[in-house]
């Protein structure tokens, strides 16, 4: 709870203990429907549960669900019926006492599936062997056959319970359940004879007659049609469609057969139960006299599997004894309907305690150990319909005595923890129900006792004497009135027949007739003939009821309590839907608003100290990180430093108690924001414990390897060394003796050292060029030609110096020209193929008058004209050539050379300034080149001209001879053209460039 408490807000409050406006019975509901609708149905008040039934399936019950909630603290995670049960599990085993979780609720309020899930949580979260398995498949499977006996679909409930039922579940030490029992209370066997409209039966006849299998059918000489039987019928709602009863049967069938029942029991089982259908369409004739006769009736071939002579006799006579002789008194035909029912309903009501007896034999834990014991009581919720009888008058008398029993668990619990704590208890005043529990069990005034005496005492003891005796003895009681006794106003409310009670839960209108049949439950003194009864039973069903109670009772009040309160959200049994009146009666009769106003009397919010310390520590800077002293004295310092007020608050013995819900949201909130700045820095510093741990590891196996590595390398040295100084060095000594001689094998060795040495020597002291000849390092007379190693060199050592012409072109062009990107992956085996002539030739001869250092192939435009000749470009130490074939067309000095201009776009042009003092002389070039960044780059180099390009926009005007100029245009267009505009300038179109397109330009950069 704690962990969730600013979600607050959206989901409602997670505890009522915890709602400010705890006294308004609106703020309770308001509370309640917030959750309903957002599926939270579950709430704490305080321990107890209240649980909403959805009407529909939530995904909150999975087997991960369970793992979630197991061994948590029960205020931890959100309010669920799986940390009730964990919490009582786990009190159980460390406290070795008993326990019983009650679950009351109205019918339909979910009672049982709270039951079936309570069990199933236990299923799996108990110690697994193969015997504990086989007890808690019994324990699990005992549910479907208790449900198929006992349960109906009623008005307001398809799988109402029709009886009360408590079990006890046995755990040994280690908490494994070994064993259990089950106590059954009040059957509503009057349903077995009897159904109101849209009632059924029991389960287990509809069952039986769709889902047995067809020879089981013809041996109990049943039909596969429910019509066909009267005590199916009466409801007329033989088929439901929320219930599967041919899958329901199966599961019976599968669970009876491992609750260990013989194929011989379960055949009795069902025998008697189809005799129960049959015995429903016996019929009776009037015969002359008037008394009732069986005549050709098919049914009693199929009863109890008795002679036929004895069974007729048995439901159209009554026995009577009179001294020493026996007379049988015939019956009339209502008379011997009454006694076909009662015998349906005496062998029903014995076949269910039966099979309650077989399954308890079967769960019996033979181990005569000590164990403890968590019981689950799933009794009726308090009835109210249009007509009221005998059943509901008990099931609403055993509401009050288990509401006394809360009231009376609740403040005495509560009163002890004060008491033990040292708290000063502050009084609670409630609705004490003792004088209705009186009105209906005090000695010889109580209706039980009135009801008991007008079925025993002598002569025509009618339900309308019955209730002029109540009104005689108890009609001065507050909380009883009938229609005699009522005042002009109410007496319109009751027929004549009708008395009211005035219970805890509001007021119920009891209908008195059928009162003394059904307390009697008579089966005529020759019916023991049929079946094992008497007369009488030897109590009346109200009293057994009451002696039940109060066995009950004293069960509970030995064990520690726990509470589920269900609540039916709308009698439509529609998902979503809140009736705030139905709502409303039921947290009322339910006592959910005393059982508030208990656990708030005094203080809303309870924790022992080492518990409330270890969440809020972080809060205060003297209790975080560690606490050195006691919890109580870390948890007073806490409150100080919080600045919590007198009146908020009181220090118990283990335990510290809050006022308000206010002063633990503030808290609470307080906590919510420093559990982030906490969260960041134990990340923080996880991470730095996590990374350097790796690291370590890390370090730790670099060390490893290179000790490994290092012994591993000094061994090979050593073996080296050994090998070296008993054989290279002899043959180093005699390779330098022969080292003017042919390689042979005397010398190989030896040459090969030198070859190595001077190559590596070489390496490291390259010419700028390979032209250079002073520049090279002297080869040893032993190496190969001079001309192979500089041949080597262009080859493999050459794209070193290309490094430093890109970063020479980037430095000129980057960012002016559009094209020059485009140049950045150009591949250096192009450069290599058109160099590779020029050195041979150089090698050769040289055209002129020193060597070339680079040539590349250009289109020169003509100063007049403009029009294109192929040309050869060659730049030496001293001057740049245009060159035709073999013939030079012009020189141009470095040192006449006054600037170079090129476009910005992406054209290849570019123009070379030369100096004219002299009209003889040609002006400036024009030239056309496909390598224009690798041309300009290197003709920068060696005439160490890097300053003198300009990148210019539009058009660049140049000299055509002293005196005369020109022009060239530059513009962009679709697709690139040269050719004379009618202004007489050469005009250079080239395409616009696409800086993220994947082909380049093959120059070098």
Not at 413 to 436: L, T
């Amino acid at each position: 709870m704690e962990a969730s408490l600013t979600a607050r807000d959206r989901v409602g409050i997670q505890d009522f203990v915890l709602l400010d406006n705890y006294t308004s019975e609106s703020a309770f509901l308001d509370n309640l429907r917030k959750r309903s609708h957002e599926n939270l149905i579950y709430t704490y008040i305080g321990t107890l549960l209240v649980s909403v039934n959805p009407y529909k399936e939530l995904d909150i019950y999975s087997k991960k669900q369970m793992d979630t909630y197991m061994g948590v603290n029960f205020f931890e995670l959100p309010p669920h019926i799986y940390a009730l049960a964990d919490n009582v599990f786990r009190t159980m085993q460390s406290e070795y006492n008993n326990h019983f979780i009650l679950i009351s609720g109205e019918s339909g309020a979910g009672k049982t599936e709270a039951s079936k899930k309570i069990l199933q949580f236990y299923a799996v979260s108990c110690p697994s062997t193969k015997l504990l398995n086989n007890v808690r498949d019994r324990l699990l499977l005992s549910n479907p056959v208790l449900e198929a006996f006992g349960n109906a679909k009623t008005l307001k409930n398809d799988n109402s319970s029709r009886f009360g039922k408590y079990m006890d579940i046995q755990f040994d030490h280690q908490g494994g359940a070994v064993g259990g029992h089950i106590l059954s209370y009040l059957l509503e066997k009057s349903r077995v004879v009897h159904q109101n409209h849209g009632e059924r039966n029991f389960h287990i006849f509809y069952q039986l007659v769709e889902g047995g299998e067809e020879d089981l059918l013809r041996w109990l000489g049943l039909e596969r049609n429910c019509q066909h039987y009267r005590y199916l019928v009466q409801g007329d709602c033989a088929k439901v469609s929320s219930i599967n009863d041919k899958s329901d049967w199966k599961m019976v069938r599968k669970a009876l057969s491992v609750i260990e029942f013989s194929e011989s029991d379960i055949e009795n089982l069902f025998a008697i139960i189809a005799s129960v259908l049959h015995l429903g369409n016996v019929k009776f004739e009037a015969d002359v006299r008037g008394y009732a006769s069986l005549n050709n009736n098919q049914e009693m071939h199929w009863l109890l599997g008795i002679p036929t002579q004895v069974l007729q006799q048995g439901l159209t006579h009554r026995k009577i004894e009179a001294k020493t002789e026996e007379v049988l008194s015939p019956f009339s035909v209502d008379h011997a309907v009454y006694a076909r029912d009662a015998l349906a309903k005496a062998i029903y009501g014995r076949t269910f305690n039966w099979l309650v007896n077989k399954i308890n034999e079967s769960l019996a834990n033979k181990d005569s150990s000590r164990k403890t014991v968590i019981g689950l009581l799933d009794i009726y919720g308090f009835e109210v319909f249009n007509v009221n009888s005998f059943e509901q008058f008990c099931i609403n008398y055993c509401n009050e005595k288990l509401q006394q029993l809360f009231i009376q668990l609740t403040l005495k619990s509560e009163q002890e923890e004060y008491e033990m704590e040292g708290i000063e208890w502050e009084p609670v005043p409630y609705f004490n129900n003792k004088i209705i529990c009186d009105l209906v069990e005090e000695k010889h005034r109580g209706i039980i006792a009135l009801l008991d005496e007008e079925c025993l005492r002598p002569g025509e003891a009618t339900d309308l004497t019955l209730l002029e005796k109540m009104e005689e003895e108890i009609g001065g009681h507050p909380h009883f009135v009938t229609h005699k006794l009522a005042d002009k106003k109410t007496r319109k409310t009751l027929e004549r027949g009708d008395f009211r009670l005035l219970h805890y839960a509001g007021e119920v209108t009891y209908c008195v007739v059928g009162f003394l049949d059904k307390n009697n439950d008579l089966l005529y003194r020759n019916g023991k003939e049929v079946i094992s009864f008497n007369f009488y039973c030897k109590k009346q069903v109200v009293t057994q009821f009451k002696s039940s109670l109060v066995g009950l009772t004293e069960i509970l009040m030995s064990k520690e309590p726990w509470y589920v309160r269900c609540i039916k959200p709308n009698e439509a049994k529609q998902p979503g839907r809140f009736d705030d009146v139905l709502v409303r009666h039921q947290v009322k009769y339910l006592g959910l608003m005393e059982h508030l106003r208990v656990r708030r009397a005094g203080f809303a919010y309870r924790r022992k100290y080492d518990i409330f310390l270890q969440r809020y520590k972080p809060l205060c800077p003297d209790t975080w990180p560690n606490w050195r002293g006691t919890a109580a004295e870390g948890v007073q310092r806490l409150i100080k430093h919080l600045g919590y007020k007198p009146d908020e608050y009181k220090m118990g013995r283990t335990k510290i108690f809050i006022r308000h819900p206010r002063t633990l949201f503030a808290t609470e909130d307080a906590f919510q924001i420093c559990k982030h700045r906490l969260a960041t820095r134990i990340q923080a510093k996880y991470k730095g414990y996590r990374v350097k741990g790796d690291y370590l590891k890390q370090r730790e196996a670099a060390t490893k390897i290179e000790n490994c590595w290092r012994g591993l390398m000094a061994r090979k040295e050593r073996e080296k060394r050994a090998w070296a100084s008993l054989i290279l060095f002899l043959r180093f000594i005699k390779g330098f003796m022969t080292r003017n001689q042919p390689s042979c094998n005397d010398n190989s060795e030896y040459l090969a050292y030198v070859r190595t040495n001077y190559l590596t020597r070489l390496r490291d002291n390259l010419p700028r060029t390979v032209l250079e000849k002073d520049a090279w390092l002297t080869a040893p007379p032993i190496l190969f030609n001079l001309l192979e190693i500089k041949y080597l060199y262009l080859l493999f050592c050459f794209p070193c110096f290309q490094l430093l012409l890109k970063e020479q072109t980037s430095s000129m062009f980057k960012g002016k020209k559009e094209n020059y990107p485009f140049s950045v992956c150009k591949l250096t085996s192009e450069l290599t193929f058109r160099l590779r002539p020029l050195f041979l030739s150089a090698v050769t001869s040289c055209v002129c008058v020193s060597l070339p250092q680079y040539s590349v192939p250009v289109v020169k435009y003509d100063r007049n004209g403009f029009r294109p000749r192929l040309r050869q470009l060659i730049f030496t130490q001293e001057a740049a050539y245009l060159v035709e074939e073999t013939k030079i067309k012009q020189r141009i000095d470095y040192s006449s050379l006054k600037g170079m201009s090129v476009s910005n776009l992406s054209d290849n042009f570019l123009i070379l300034h030369v100096t004219c003092d002299d009209i003889k002389q040609k002006g400036d070039l024009v030239l056309q080149c496909d390598y224009l960044f690798e041309a300009l780059t290197k003709l920068c180099v060696i005439a160490n001209k890097q300053n003198y390009i300009k990148v210019v926009q539009g058009s660049v005007r140049f000299d055509i001879q002293p005196g005369r100029e020109g022009f060239v245009d530059f513009k962009s267009g679709q697709e690139s053209m040269v050719y004379r505009a009618k202004n007489g300038h050469l005009m250079v179109v080239s395409p616009g460039q696409n800086i993220s397109g994947s082909a380049c330009s093959s120059d070098l950069v």
